[in-house]
């Protein structure tokens, strides 16, 4: 899934979730709820989702599971960060749920891009380009 946001939009302006699972037929007339999960990202931002630029900024994380489905629990989660709306990326820490974002000390953006696998081996990849706005708060 892909979407993409013109002007006046400036966050998120570039999203995608790609999905891989196993699927097969089910008996009779009731739907099987997918085997997928979403990453949750959510930064703590002031009213204008702005955040401090400069300095370490620590980001809630989790990966929700369908939820009657059969997605395992997360095997593996990892993070990347873009401040150049993703033309290069670099890794990010996760600590106790949290990724940790070193944000460079000019305005711009943060773009976050995450890869997530479960132990029953589905996998979640999801990018958002301008995640939210980084400044300095003079």
């Known amino acids: 899934m892909e979407a993409e946001r013109g002007a006046p939009a400036t966050l998120s302006t570039r999203t995608s979730t790609a999905w891989r699972f196993r699927s097969e037929h089910a008996e009779g007339d009731n739907p099987l709820p997918l085997p997928v999960s979403v990453i ?4 703590k931002l002031d009213a204008r989702n702005t955040a401090p630029s400069g300095g370490t900024y620590r980001i809630p994380v989790r990966v929700e599971r369908q939820p009657g489905s059969s997605a395992g629990g997360v095997r593996r989660l990892t993070v990347e960060t873009s401040f150049d709306d993703g033309a290069t990326w670099s890794p990010a820490q996760i600590r106790k749920g949290q990724v940790v974002v070193n944000h460079p000390a000019v305005e711009g953006f943060v773009s976050l ?3 997530a696998a479960d ?3 589905n996998i979640v990849e999801q990018t ?3 995640a939210y706005r980084i400044a300095s708060r003079n």
């Open 40 to 43: 949750r990202f959510s930064p």
């Open 128 to 130: 958002v380009i301008r």
């Open 113 to 115: 891009r995450a890869k």
């Open 119 to 121: 132990t029953a081996g």
